[in-house]
Structures are given as structure tokens and as C-alpha cells.
């Protein structure tokens, strides 16, 4: 799921075109929301148009936010679904106030809460928090092949298996896997970003914490292949290995 | 207890025809009666290798619409009892395969073979899924490089989701690894990956490997399933194979360079 703040000046869609062009794979087919607080019920701004670009760009927009009542009867009209209000743990404000110089662009990209929970789920994202107490684990056993995602919603994701590369994980709480992950990892997809993943042996394509992502790329090489927690520390995932070689 | 065994793979030309032709020529040797089947609608390769091309009347896309009775488009192998062709049409596509009519024809080959050889098409739509849908036992045909590997992978990924076995929740198809054109001089070079490499990432049993030979392109074309060439490499590496999947403890071949030396060699027959 991505969230795409339309600017009130300028090119709204300027910023997902550098997003595409970092990882232009990554966002394939990902749905959109697009986020009209900047610029509620401005008449300059053609969302049928912005609909038109964003599906050219190989999107599936599903819906705004945060829009005014026009606008909200056009995305409907254009068969998009108007949210209230978006609640993924993600607070506009906050962030604008402490993002002020030591903000990493290398290591979290920015406005993409996770890209994992597809468009079934955005009703219910939009709804509440997610809450995970007394949720069982979603528990997989056997090798989580390429091709095949797994979400667990509500709560968290053991995979006592390898993972491979092009498989996905996706859990609104913590991930673990007791086995090799090549695939992608998504935790925290719903906003939690006290989630973690915990793996054996980290050679994943791309991991992710409530939206902050890192891919194979960015990952240090002296991490491959070692066990480590992967957690947010305001906004920079870290990557700890979990066992610390002595000096 | 008749058994349907699919040999698939995700990508082409990794050798699927040809381990299906010299499996089923394998089992039929060992006394079980086998027929292998063509599911690659539209592309009909089986008669080619298996040297039956001559013979084609009926086939497998006329008997899934009631147009012939099986047996009449079965084909009898000329060279081993017990194995048997059933070839598929060139001029249809992979519409032609209905889940129904394959679930039936597939039943009754089970009545009268013991074991029912399926040779998948590439990829992982329909044509594929047809081929694996009634399997018990998958063979996944891999050559050792990565684009093979990772498409096995994905090809097992469907096996445990998509076929019959999986939707009504039973037993798991079983998942044997055929790893062909291997290379020993190109794994060392390092421009190939190793046995290890491929079964660390598709963490499935390894049925055998096949090495990289003149002999297969040679039996094809003389239309002979490889396996009968007992003296080339790969046939030999194709006995073994089926051997084990009959449930035989062999040691693996042609996996590693033989580097015992003379003394060794001496005092291992001495021994």
C-alpha cells in the first residue's frame, strides 16, 4: 500500500515518479491512496487525470483521503473509495516536525507505508489500529516458495521453513523465520512500528517496518547470510545481528 | 496402488520430455507397466523422443472429448514391454484440457497402468496446472543455474497450492529434485551452481543427477529414450534415478571428479 500526498503546488505526481524510478519494480501493481489534505477541495487539482497517470505508471488507485466533499463525490464517481481518515501510525504532523536535517533518505523512503497489504485489505486499514492481543500467530511449517504470499493479519508470522526469494511475508505484527529468508519480509504493515523480524539467516530481497524499507541493495554485506532483528528506532531501520562475533 | 507422477519444472527446455521419456522407459524396464503422457497440447514433442511419431492416430485431446477410446491412442513401445505412449495433439491448444476430462482419462490409465507418467508443459498456467493437478509424486526437472532454480521453486509453490492433493487438503504431493545438464567442468569454474547450492534453496529429496552429455541430444534424435544407452553417463545417472525413486539407497554419481588415485583404487579392491 502506498500513500501519495498530493502537493498544493507543483506537480502532484512528481513524488511518486522519483519513488518509481528508485525501485520501479517494487511498486508494481502496489494500490494507492491518495492523500488531498494539502489541497481539500481545490478546484486546480483534475483527480481524474491523477487517476489516468497513476494506473499508466502501472498503479491500481483505490482511494483518497482526507479530501474535501467534492472531491470525495468525484473519487467515488471515478470509482475510488473516499476514506475517512487514514490511521496507519503514520502522523503527518509528527514527522514534519522532527524530520529536520537527520532524516536518511537512503534508509527509509518516505510516504509508502509497506506495500504488502493489497487492496482487499484498505477498507479495514482504514478503519482502526491494528489490535493483536490474544491473535494466534500465524504459523507456516513448510518452505515458503516463490510466488507465494503469506499474510497474517492481526498478529504475527512464524515460518519455521526457508523462505525463498520472491515470496512474501507479510504480518501486521512481528515476523520470525527459523530458516533462511531470500524473500520479502513486510511487519508491521498496519502502522505498528514497535514490529520486528527476526531471522535466521538474512538474505532477503527486501525488508520492511510499518513502511520503512530497506532493499537487498542497502543491506550491508557483512549482514548476509547472519541472524539478525530487524526493528524502527524512529525512523531508521536497524538491522542487529542477533548473535555479536567476539573480538 | 497406481501412482500419477508429474515431471515439471516451470521453465522450458530444462529437459522435462527427456526425463519423462527415459523415467518411463526406466520403470517399464524394472517390470511396471508405465504410460507417459503428453500434456503439452499444441507442441507435441513425446513422440519425437520416445521414436513413436509414425504411429500417431488417436490421441490424448481426442480421447478427453470422447473421440477415441484410449485404447486406441495408446501407443505400444516397439523396444520395452510394459511402456506405453500416450501422445497429444498438435493442431489444438491447452483449452482443450478440461479438468473433468483429464480427471477421467487420468482414472482410467490409473486402472490399468501402475504408473501414470505426466509430461508437464513449461510454465505455470493452465497447461501446467492440468499436468500436475492429479499428481502424487512431482519430479522437478532443474538444470543447476539460477533462472532454472528459482522457477523450480515457484513450480513448487503451485504443486503445494494448486493441485488436487493440496485443495482437498490430503497428503502433500511428494517432491522428488532432478537436477540435469550438469556440468562438473563448468561447477568448478564456478559459472554453474553446485548440487549443494540448488538443494539449499529448493530444500527438496534428491532424486539425481544427470550430467551435461552428447547422448541426449543423440537419443533424441534417434528417437530412443536416453536411459537405454546404458553406457553413456546419463543414462546410467537415469537407472539410478529411478532406482531411487523406487525406493533403492544408491550412492550419487557424477555429482563430484573422481580422484582416487591408483594406490587407492588398489587397496579398494584388495580391501
Known sequence: MMIVDIPAEGDPLAGVETKLRQAPSFFDGAPVVLDLLAVADDARVDLIDIVARLREMGLIPIGVQNGGDRQNATALAAGLCPFPIWRSGRQRPERESDSNGEHDDQELAEPQPASGAKSQDGQREATAPPKRDGTPALLVTRPVRSGKRLYARDGDLVAAAPVSAGAELIADGHIHVYGPLRGRALAGVRGDETARIFCQSLEAELVSIAGAYRVREDIDEALIGKPVQIFLKGEQLVIDPLVRTPK | ???????????????????????????????????????????????????????????????????????????????????????????????????????????????????????????????????????????????????????????????????????????????????????????????????????????????????????????????????LDGTSTPGQSYRDAVSRFLGEEIPHRFTRREKRGVFQRLFRRTA
Open chain 2, 1 to 227: 496402488m497406481s501412482k500419477i507422477v508429474v515431471m515439471t519444472s516451470g521453465k522450458g527446455g530444462v529437459g522435462k520430455t527427456t526425463s519423462a521419456a527415459a523415467f518411463a522407459a526406466g520403470l517399464a524396464q524394472r517390470g511396471h507397466k508405465t504410460v507417459v503422457v503428453d500434456f503439452d497440447v499444441g507442441l507435441r514433442n513425446l513422440d519425437l523422443v520416445m521414436g513413436c511419431e509414425r504411429r500417431v492416430v488417436f490421441d490424448f485431446v481426442n480421447v478427453i472429448n470422447g473421440e477415441a477410446r484410449l485404447n486406441q491412442a495408446l501407443i505400444k513401445d516397439k523396444r520395452i514391454d510394459n511402456l506405453f505412449i500416450l501422445p497429444t495433439s498438435q493442431t489444438r491448444d491447452k483449452d482443450a484440457l478440461s479438468r473433468e476430462g483429464v480427471g477421467e482419462a487420468l482414472e482410467k490409465l490409473k486402472d490399468e497402468f501402475e504408473y501414470v507418467i505426466c509430461d508437464s508443459p513449461a510454465g505455470i498456467e493452465k497447461g501446467a496446472v492440468m499436468a500436475l493437478y492429479y499428481a502424487d509424486e512431482a519430479v522437478i526437472v532443474t538444470n543447476p543455474e539460477v533462472s532454472s532454480v528459482r522457477d523450480s521453486d515457484r513450480i513448487l509453490g503451485v504443486l503445494q497450492s494448486k493441485s488436487k492433493r493440496a485443495e482437498e487438503n490430503r497428503e502433500p504431493v511428494k517432491e522428488h529434485l532432478l537436477l540435469t545438464r550438469y556440468d562438473l567442468d563448468r561447477v568448478e569454474r564456478g559459472e554453474m551452481m553446485a548440487v549443494d547450492d540448488v538443494l539449499d534453496i529448493l530444500a527438496i529429496r534428491l532424486l539425481g543427477v544427470v550430467p551435461e552429455d552428447q547422448a541426449v541430444l543423440r537419443a533424441s534424435n534417434l528417437g530412443q529414450p536416453v536411459i
